[in-house]
């Protein structure tokens, strides 16, 4: 079955520590997202990414990095210069080319710094 | 600069009542896609619906209905005689809808946490 793989569900680093979040996706779509999520917040948008090799802040770009160097892989890197990096992280891929089009999101990597 | 609102933070009913989520939203973009995603405590999100803003029908699936309003630019979302499995939270959510159809980012709302007791 096609979709989205994040990995790993529960992630704990060292303050201080850099960290990557995998997402692969094998849906065969252009763009791919990632967002946060705090409690009791909505989601919010980090990176997105619309084509291989090119990638766009979102609103909360600080302190993160991404790449997409591969259609199916667009991973995440939470950066020691991100203030608060404890957060539920979600990823997320989009086509609308088709009639079925929309987003389709990964079941999400909870990161804990201590 | 794209918005979404859900005032509502935390409803609790008992089982079998009908609720409402609502949802407003503020874009200057004409063209747009609107959102319901179900997020159940193990924090994936479910997909519910999906509305383009030249689209006004109201839609029905089984025990869910939405009400989409540009007028009031409102995409409430109503679950008929809920059920214990309901409980979740639900979020609203926007993007921008380019002109070959394609979509830009969501923009969320902060979601509201439904409770249904038994």
């Known amino acids: 079955d096609g979709g989205i793989t994040q990995s790993p569900k529960y992630l704990f680093r060292k303050e201080g520590q850099n960290v990557t979040l995998s997402c692969e996706q094998n849906?065969?779509?252009?763009?791919m997202y990632w967002y946060r999520q705090d409690p009791g917040q909505g989601l919010r948008l980090i990176y997105y990414?619309?084509?291989?090799?090119?990638?766009q802040k979102g609103d909360i770009a600080e302190g993160y990095s991404v790449s997409r160097e591969k259609k199916e892989s667009f991973p995440l890197t939470v950066t020691s210069a991100q203030k608060n990096p404890t957060a539920f992280y979600l990823c997320?891929?989009?086509?609308?080319?088709?009639?079925?089009?929309?987003?389709?999101f990964g079941s999400g990597t909870r990161l804990t710094v201590v | 600069a794209q918005k979404v609102t859900q005032a509502q933070t935390e409803i609790s009913v008992v089982e079998k009542e009908d609720v409402t989520l609502d949802c407003v939203y503020e874009?200057?973009?004409?063209?747009?896609?609107l959102f319901w995603y179900k997020q159940p405590p193990s924090g994936e999100l479910v997909f519910l619906i999906r509305?383009?803003?030249?689209?006004?029908q109201n839609e029905i699936s089984g025990r869910y209905s939405w009400n989409f309003q540009k007028s009031t630019s409102s995409f409430n979302f109503t679950i008929t005689a809920s059920q214990v499995v309901d409980s979740a939270v639900y979020f609203c959510?926007?993007?921008?809808?380019?002109?070959?159809?394609?979509?830009?980012?969501?923009?969320f709302g902060k979601g509201t946490h439904l409770i249904i007791q038994p």
């Open positions: 997320a891929s989009s086509s609308f080319r088709s009639r079925g089009y929309g987003y389709t």
């Open positions: 849906l065969n779509h252009d763009a």
């Open positions: 990414s619309q084509i291989v090799n090119d990638f």
């Open positions: 874009t200057r973009d004409t063209t747009y896609y």
């Open positions: 509305r383009n803003s030249f689209d006004e």
């Open positions: 959510a926007l993007s921008f809808m380019y002109s070959g159809g394609g979509a830009d980012g969501l923009t």
